[in-house]
């Protein structure tokens, strides 16, 4: 990130708060619209100006703190997002008279943003945690001793950072119980478990987990994309309305597959509106969010036993390939190149998961 932290500890408070407001997805027009950008552009911009806003220390004048987090209002969410959650509508009776009032598209993702901080500050205060960057090193330290009774010199178990994240808050439980069989997801938890490992794993100052073998981080993009390329076949699907959805994703998947990349657009260019995606419930969601997450399981097994002969580097990259690379790749293109950037993403609004 473009700041400067007076320590590593700084740093990893920012990331871990990252992490635990990057959902907004339901949100991602009405933030376009109102902001030109997406929904992670918009809470990373949002967390920029928390830092630059909030004083250094664990008091309630830095918004980044526990006793800052506590203390968040909607208008304050608002104004540093630079977005407005008050609408004008007409007086009943009085022509040519509106009268301004709390309400628009955007204020229910505001009003998350407040419970979600308000919540997860008053479990550290109650807790002894000044800042949420204070939990996740205790709880990297204590993925550390855990591995090294096993291994000495080993990384720090991924899974003993998820299970203290998942089970202190409520932000981080992305899990849900469909037709009688458990779903775990976790997306902003393995998020902020792999932003640690790709942040700091050249320094000595925080301890990094293993992250090689993570599924990837499944939110709205990473299913909707692998519906589009054609990976998800949801034609027989028999859950809510998902059959009916991204009908046309094979043509547009053949006509992807015959023109070739299409380049960015270049740097200052007015982004289009993106089009509203289909709305799924929360079963829904949680159906296809888990279907993309054994899909990447076996695009990667598929990837790790493709032969090719005549390109050692390519094999050698192929044999290694990890989830989270995949996942980055995915979002990636998703983000970038201008025929995917415009496919619907399917839509789930009062989720703060993703």
């Known amino acids: ?60 004048d830095n918004l980044l703190s ?23 509508k007409p007086v009943p009776g009085m ?5 301004s009032e709390v309400g628009g598209p955007l204020l229910e993702l ?7 901080m308000v919540e997860t500050g008053k479990i550290l205060l109650n807790g002894g945690y000044p800042d949420l960057g204070a939990f996740v090193l205790e709880a990297l330290g204590e993925a550390m001793r855990t591995a090294e009774k096993s291994d000495a010199g080993s990384m720090a178990s991924a899974e003993v950072v998820l299970e203290r994240l998942v089970k202190a808050f409520p932000a981080f439980q992305d899990m849900s119980l469909i037709n009688g069989t458990p779903v775990y997801v976790f997306k902003k938890a393995l998020f902020l478990i792999h932003a640690i490992v790709l942040r700091f794993a050249p320094s000595k100052g925080v301890p ?18 692998l519906v589009h390329l054609g990976v998800i076949d949801l034609s027989e699907c028999t859950v809510g309305s998902l059959k009916g959805i991204f009908l046309d994703s094979k043509d547009q998947l053949n006509a992807f597959l015959s023109s070739g990349p299409v380049p960015s657009e270049a740097t200052g260019t ?85």
């Not at 100006?49 to 664990?58: K, N």
């Not at 505001?110 to 979600?116: G, P, Q």
């Not at 289909?278 to 079963?283: D, G, N």
């Open 208 to 225: 990094i987990p293993d992250t090689s073998t993570l599924p990837v981080f499944s939110d709205n993009v990473l299913p909707s994309m």
């Open 1 to 60: 990130m473009p700041l400067k932290f007076p320590s590593v500890a700084a740093e990893l408070n920012l990331i871990s708060i990252l992490a635990l407001l990057n959902f907004a997805s339901g949100y991602r027009v009405p933030l376009h619209a109102a902001t030109g950008r997406g929904a992670y552009d918009n809470i990373r911009a949002f967390l920029f100006s928390l830092y630059l806003t909030s004083a250094e220390g664990s008091g309630p």
């Open 110 to 116: 505001v009003d998350l943003i407040v419970s979600t």
């Open 66 to 88: 526990a006793k800052g987090m506590v203390t968040i209002t909607r208008d304050k969410v608002a104004e540093l997002m630079n977005i407005t959650i008050r609408q004008e």
């Open 95 to 99: 022509p040519g008279v509106v009268m």
């Open 270 to 354: 007015k982004k289009a509106l993106p089009k509203e995606g289909p709305h799924l419930s929360k079963e829904e969601a949680y159906v296809l969010r888990a279907s993309a997450v054994d899909a990447c399981e076996l695009i990667v097994g598929a990837a790790r036993v493709i032969e090719v002969p005549e390109d050692e580097e390519k094999q050698a990259w192929l044999r290694n390939i990890k989830l989270p690379q995949l996942d980055g790749w995915l979002w990636a293109v998703a983000k970038d190149r201008l025929d995917y950037r415009s496919l619907e993403r399917f839509v789930e609004t009062s989720t703060v998961f993703y």
